[in-house]
């Protein structure tokens, strides 16, 4: 796995979750969307984490933090974490891309390539494994020109329903 994360800046971890923490963990994605989103609209809420205790056992999760600490070793710490809820859209017009590179300030400051600082954990608790079905979008591992208005390749392997990804931080990917 470390390999593929090297090579192709990121790694997908099937069946990540098991039944009953995806159980667990839809049933607070669904409520916290209640709560925080109007019905049919995107939600990206920042610093979700302490919501629920499902969302802080992913900190520690069994499977991921053996990767994570495989890519950056034993000191880690969640410095960022955000959850995102895509209902499937109402209009055909595609919406524009907006590349990022998370990071912020030492992709400014350091040369390129910079070393591996940071990785991201996604947890996926619907099947993303086609794009009708919202498979993320990304690269591999090299970013993309700034203020890239080009299409973003499909990441070569699916992420199904209860898989994490692990992405290294010198990916780019994009929000909706």
């Known amino acids: 796995m470390q390999a593929e994360l090297d090579a192709h800046g990121f790694a997908v971890l099937p069946g990540a979750l098991s039944?009953?923490?995806?159980?667990?963990?839809?049933?607070?994605?669904?409520?916290?969307?209640?709560?925080?989103?109007r019905p049919g609209?995107?939600?990206?809420?920042?610093?979700?984490v302490g919501l629920d205790d499902s969302f802080v056992e992913l900190v520690a999760?069994?499977?991921?933090?053996?990767?994570?600490?495989?890519?950056?070793?034993?000191?880690?710490?969640?410095?960022h974490c955000h959850l995102d809820v895509h209902p499937p859209l109402r209009d055909e017009r595609p919406?524009?891309?907006?590349?990022?590179?998370d990071g912020g300030r030492q992709n400014l400051e350091l040369e390129s390539p910079r070393p591996r600082l940071s990785v991201k954990v996604a947890y996926f608790l619907t099947d993303v494994s086609a794009a009708e079905q919202g498979l993320?979008?990304?690269?591999?591992?090299?970013?993309?020109?700034?203020?890239?208005?080009?299409s973003p390749e499909?990441?070569?392997?699916?992420?199904g329903s209860g898989a994490?990804?692990?992405?290294?931080?010198?990916?780019c990917d994009l929000r909706p």
């Open 95 to 101: 919406e524009p891309w907006r590349w990022h590179q």
């Open 61 to 79: 999760h069994p499977v991921t933090l053996p990767a994570v600490q495989r890519a950056l070793g034993w000191n880690i710490y969640l410095y």
């Open 41 to 48: 609209e995107p939600l990206h809420e920042l610093g979700f």
């Open 164 to 171: 994490a990804a692990r992405r290294g931080r010198n990916g």
């Open 19 to 37: 039944e009953a923490e995806h159980e667990r963990l839809t049933a607070a994605v669904d409520r916290v969307y209640g709560e925080r989103a």
């Open 154 to 159: 499909r990441l070569g392997q699916a992420a």
């Open 136 to 150: 993320p979008l990304g690269d591999s591992g090299k970013p993309p020109p700034r203020r890239a208005r080009t």
